[in-house]
T-cell receptor, first 110, second 111 residues
Framework: RKEVEQDPGPFNVPEGATVAFNCTYSNSASQSFFWYRQDCRKEPKLLMSVYSSGNEDGRFTAQLNRASQYISLLIRDSKLSDSATYLCVVNENNFNKFYFGSGTKLNVKP | DTAVSQTPKYLVTQMGNDKSIKCEQNLGHDTMYWYKQDSKKFLKIMFSYNNKELIINETVPNRFSPKSPDKAHLNLHINSLELGDSAVYFC??????????FGSGTRLTVV
């Protein structure tokens, strides 16, 4: 079983739609959680950290469910520029060892 | 200022050659990594160094040899390149609170 699993998609949504991704992790001792965004042929970049209490940054909301061992990312009012691959990242607090999901591809259409 | 910089950005080389990729970070992070992203886009950790000390070596062939002269640098040397080594190689540094910062990647093509 992979440490971090994501639906690869693609999720094809119209502009203005609300879309949500989930990511499950296998190690209940995981400590830190992040969502990264990767554009085609570019490096992954931090989108937001995921806190136990959940957090929101503009149109983006991230939540953590420790009981069910998943994190989620909600994007409201999708923009064309949101088209990218979204990577879930989990830190097991072991010498800074981070596990990446394989990414969920989002295509926002006009 | 670029936080994590790696060179070269593109590398095309023949099978059997030896090549190096360099990485430097100016974030003051103690931990640096090499990741490989293959054609299926899956990011897989290869090596991790914490303050110049190797802490993670994820079943990478010994043709790959990382070197960390100081905690701000982590270079990757690859011997006897094979077709299957073609991928994008990302250097990164991290701390536990803010996660990773990646370099812009080195696209290696072995022909």
């Amino acid at each position: 079983r992979k440490e971090v699993e994501q639906d690869p998609g693609p999720f094809n949504v119209p502009e203005g739609a609300t879309v949500a991704f989930n990511c499950t992790y296998s190690n209940s001792a995981s400590q830190s959680f992040f969502w990264y965004r990767q554009d085609c042929r570019k490096e992954p970049k931090l989108l937001m950290s995921v806190y136990s209490s959940g957090n929101e940054d503009g149109r983006f909301t991230a939540q953590l469910n420790r009981a069910s061992q998943y994190i989620s990312l909600l994007i409201r009012d999708s923009k064309l520029s949101d088209s990218a691959t979204y990577l879930c990242v989990v830190n097991e607090n072991n010498f800074n060892k981070f596990y990446f999901g394989s990414g969920t591809k989002l295509n926002v259409k006009p | 200022d670029t936080a994590v910089s790696q060179t070269p950005k593109y590398l095309v080389t023949q099978m059997g050659n030896d090549k190096s990729i360099k990485c430097e970070q100016n974030l003051g992070h103690d931990t640096m990594y090499w990741y490989k992203q293959d054609s299926k886009k899956f990011l897989k950790i290869m090596f991790s160094y914490n303050n110049k000390e190797l802490i993670i070596n994820e079943t990478v062939p010994n043709r790959f040899s990382p070197k960390s002269p100081d905690k701000a640098h982590l270079n990757l040397h690859i011997n006897s390149l094979e077709l299957g080594d073609s991928a994008v190689y990302f250097c990164a540094s991290s701390n536990e609170i803010y996660g990773y910062t990646f370099g812009s990647g080195t696209r290696l093509t072995v022909v």
